[in-house]
Nanobody
Framework: QVQLVESGGGLVQPGESLRLSCAAS????????MGWYRQAPGNQREWVAT???????NYADSVKGRFTISRDNAKDTAYLQMNSLKPEDTAVYYC?????????WGQGTQVTVSS
């Protein structure tokens, strides 16, 4: 059974940083894309960043230059380093792993950016 567990969320002030982690278990994930998404209250879930098994990354324009996605295939873990956080980054952040026939999601971790 595939499980994804996010951690690292919290309350920070504008301009500060956080690093989110997403630990996958149940099978090997090193060749599959992993991604981060977020959902703010009243909004639809939106894509934030993706990293392929080979390490190619892509970012939403709203986070480009501030967020960095990475992965440690030996640990089946993906990370999202978030710098220069803004109040509009406030959301529940979810990770996803895309297998050939199904996508799996974590339970989410809350990030709140407020002064």
């Amino acid at each position: 059974q595939v499980q994804l567990v996010e951690s690292g969320g919290g309350l920070v002030q504008p301009g500060e940083s956080l690093r989110l982690s997403c630990a996958a278990s149940g099978r090997g994930f090193s060749i599959y894309p992993m991604g981060w998404y977020r959902q703010a209250p009243g909004n639809q879930r939106e894509w934030v960043a993706t990293i392929t098994g080979g390490g190619t990354t892509n970012y939403a324009d709203s986070v480009k230059g501030r967020f960095t996605i990475s992965r440690d295939n030996a640990k089946d873990t993906a990370y999202l380093q978030m710098n220069s956080l803004k109040p509009e980054d406030t959301a529940v952040y979810y990770c996803k792993v895309q297998l050939p026939t199904k996508a799996y999601w974590g339970q989410g971790t809350q990030v709140t950016v407020s002064s």
